[in-house]
């Protein structure tokens, strides 16, 4: 069974910075699709950065350009997303999503794997 657990979230103030991990089971991240989505409340759920199998590079979305950038290691199963700079607009429950040998997606529904999301909120 595929499971992935999001970890790493909390409450920091504008300006600081956290790193979610996702942990991978039953995956071989090398074949798969590793994207990060978030919610924020009363919105749907939007994609801010996605890590392509066919070159390893990732595509970051909207507002997060330039603060946020991800890392997996491959042979743990893990994926990260760095965060810095935050913004109270940041705040939202975010999640790690998998699809195997498939292509980066901004939609939601291409993605057959989920965490349970973890919840980030900046505040000072």
């Known amino acids: 069974e595929v499971q992935l657990v999001e970890s790493g979230g909390g409450l920091v103030q504008p300006g600081g910075s956290l790193v979610l991990s996702c942990s991978a089971s039953n995956l071989r991240l090398q074949d798969t699709i590793i994207s990060w989505f978030r919610q924020a409340p009363g919105k749907g759920r939007e994609v801010v950065a996605c890590t392509r199998i066919t070159d390893g590079r990732t595509d970051y979305y909207g507002s997060v350009k330039g603060r946020f950038a991800t890392s997996r290691d491959n042979a743990q199963s893990m994926a990260y997303l760095h965060m810095n700079n935050l913004k109270p607009e940041d705040t939202a429950v975010y999640y790690c999503?998998?699809?195997?040998?498939?292509?980066?997606?901004?939609?939601?529904?291409?993605?057959?794997?989920w965490g349970q999301g973890t919840q980030v909120t900046v505040s000072s």
């Open positions: 999503a998998a699809e195997v040998y498939g292509s980066c997606s901004e939609s939601s529904e291409e993605y057959e794997f």
